[in-house]
């Protein structure tokens, strides 16, 4: 696919910045992207009115600016997630005999950022980078149910199982805060059901959502209360540690 010439520009510049270090003039941005003046001076205040550039104490040179900030820090947080949360999912395969995974919400679905698989010969696994529905898996019911994440306007309808009724939906979620985890009961993929509760930060704020997934033949309803338990318990204790991780 083309790129967006403007934004490639824009991008260069923001890399050109941080390789060239504080106070960098319009000239010296110009000279290294082989465009002129005018054009890297609209980029800059282009940049500025988003915060991702500012002016420098002398009022003529420029640096990045906060914005940046906020978009590493983002980043940052997911790894020291991800990082924080291993020996958490390891515990959850151990205790369930199932898969555990480990999700945070991006661009509107669930985003697997780790995973450990069971010993099991027939087990459920998701890569890491998976992208999956938030309204039909125990994952992404736990984001909607405890973020403040919109509802998707179009529910797909994955299996037969899958809601694909907003307020039916609501109502679900609504029980999934009362119960404090969620299931998903051959809804994403047939013959296979999930279990899984949200993780909070040291604000308060979902971080991301953990739990389990196995063979619905395996992982039948009337197991559901009893490992919904056990991963409730890792869900609580991963979130006191999050508590403390600042």
């Excluded at 083309?2 to 991008?11: F, V």
């Excluded at 980043?75 to 515990?91: G, H, N």
């Excluded at 529905?133 to 797909?156: M, N, Q, R, S, W």
Aim: with cysteine; proline share 4%.
């Amino acid at each position: 696919m083309d790129e967006i010439q403007s934004l490639a520009r824009g991008l260069n510049v923001l890399k050109l910045m941080a390789d060239m270090g504080h106070g960098v003039s319009v000239t010296a941005l110009a000279d290294q992207l082989g465009v002129n003046k005018a054009t890297v001076s609209r980029m800059l205040h282009t940049l500025m009115n988003h915060g991702f550039v500012e002016k420098a104490s002398d009022g003529r040179r420029f640096q990045l600016g906060p914005a940046l900030v906020r978009l590493s820090r983002a980043v940052i947080d997911r790894l020291e997630l991800r990082e924080v949360a291993k020996p958490y999912l390891k515990q959850l395969v151990e205790l369930t005999g199932e898969c555990a995974h480990l999700a945070i919400f991006a661009q509107g679905q669930a985003l697997y950022i780790d995973q450990v698989e069971s010993d099991a010969s027939l087990r459920v696994n998701a890569d890491v980078g998976h992208m999956a529905p938030l309204h039909c898996t125990a994952l992404g019911k736990v984001l909607l149910a405890f973020g403040k994440y919109p509802i998707p306007e179009k529910l797909d309808k994955r299996t037969s199982q899958t809601c694909d009724s907003t307020e039916q939906l609501k109502n679900e979620l609504s029980g999934i805060r009362q119960k404090g985890f969620a299931v998903d009961n051959e809804e994403y993929d047939s013959g296979v059901r999930c279990i899984a509760v949200p993780v909070f930060d040291y604000k308060g704020d979902v971080a991301g959502a953990i739990g389990i997934s196995g063979p619905a033949a395996r992982l039948k309803p009337e197991k559901v209360p009893d490992v919904a338990r056990q991963v409730c318990r890792i869900g609580k204790v991963l979130t006191d540690r999050l508590k403390f991780s600042k």
